[in-house]
């Protein structure tokens, strides 16, 4: 599910969509985090790592953290398939004052840049490492000794919600996402590859922000409210606990150097 997941560009329009519709509305997700998911330390080791380099952020959606980069970084160019994402990055950018960064909007497996153009290649969001073919679009526009640099939803992410589902994003998995991308990534040429997982839990203020979160994002490629309304009762009625609605959220970080 995972690979064709990242391929689905209808898909991840719909998600985009949905969530610019909830700002709209004045919608607002109410969630909170305990215990370290890695999501902290990975961007400040990418503010760190990308300083006075050239940075490809593949996957950038809506480019707040690509922005974010652009204070330490010589050059950070942000890369989606998803023409809703582009067209709020480039909003987004307009109301910054910055003339490093800049936007494409390009597949993660057709890499649109010469061999060697970047220091660092960032992914916050997966396309990266989905496959051989993208692993290698990376390694190819990589400088030598230039590093990969990615966080990415771990097998383990929603298992609760998951199991009540029956199904969802690398669900059931047969093999650990952490070994797989060790794999892949070894198989492309790639050294020094250090991966960390982290497992954290995660609470939401009510069933409306955990309906918020199912309608935009991977958990569930197919969620429709009306269709899963059992299934989110019965999330509401099982995970309900005086902090919130629970679930788990699983990252893996990996670091890869060519």
């Known amino acids: 599910m995972?690979?064709?997941?990242?391929?689905?560009?209808?898909?991840?329009?719909?998600?985009?969509?949905?969530e610019e519709a909830q700002k709209k509305e004045g919608l607002?997700?109410?969630?909170?985090v305990e215990g370290e998911d890695g999501r902290e330390l990975f961007d400040r080791m990418v503010i760190e790592?990308?300083?006075?380099?050239?940075?490809?952020?593949?996957?950038?959606g809506s480019g707040e953290f690509t922005l974010a980069l652009a204070a330490s970084a010589k050059k950070v160019v942000g890369l989606d398939f998803?023409?809703?994402?582009?067209?709020?990055?480039?909003?987004?950018?307009?109301?910054?004052?910055?003339?490093?960064?800049?936007?494409?909007?390009?597949?993660?497996h057709e890499l649109p840049f010469p061999s060697g153009s970047f220091d660092?290649?960032?992914?916050?969001?997966?396309?990266?490492?989905?496959?051989?073919?993208?692993?290698?679009e990376v390694y190819r526009v990589l400088r030598k000794s230039g590093q990969l640099m990615e966080i990415t939803i771990g097998e383990r992410d929603k298992l609760n919600w998951k199991e009540i589902f029956g199904k969802g994003q690398n669900?059931?998995?047969k093999e650990k996402v952490s070994a797989e991308k060790q794999r892949l990534l070894a198989r492309v040429g790639f050294t020094k590859i250090n991966i960390q997982e982290f497992e954290a839990t995660e609470?939401?203020?009510?069933?409306?922000?955990?309906?918020?979160?199912?309608?935009t994002a991977p958990i569930l490629s197919d969620f429709d409210k009306e269709t899963y309304k059992p299934q989110v009762k019965q999330i509401e009625k099982t995970f309900a606990t005086a902090k919130g609605i629970?679930?788990?959220?699983?990252?893996?970080?990996v670091i890869a150097t060519k």
């Not at 790592?49 to 950038?60: I, R, T, Y």
């Not at 009510?206 to 979160?213: P, Q, T």
Request: aromatic residues 10%; charged residues 35%.
């Open 120 to 136: 660092v290649v960032i992914s916050r969001r997966g396309p990266a490492t989905d496959s051989s073919k993208t692993i290698r």
């Open 82 to 108: 998803s023409e809703k994402a582009m067209a709020k990055a480039v909003e987004n950018r307009s109301s910054k004052v910055v003339r490093n960064v800049e936007f494409r909007l390009a597949e993660a």
């Open 246 to 253: 629970r679930t788990n959220r699983h990252r893996v970080i």
């Open 28 to 32: 607002e997700e109410h969630y909170w």
């Open 49 to 60: 790592a990308v300083k006075g380099k050239e940075a490809l952020d593949v996957g950038c």
């Open 203 to 215: 609470y939401f203020g009510s069933i409306k922000d955990v309906v918020m979160r199912l309608e």
């Open 2 to 18: 995972r690979r064709k997941l990242y391929e689905d560009k209808a898909l991840w329009e719909k998600f985009y969509a949905i």
């Open 171 to 173: 669900y059931p998995f």
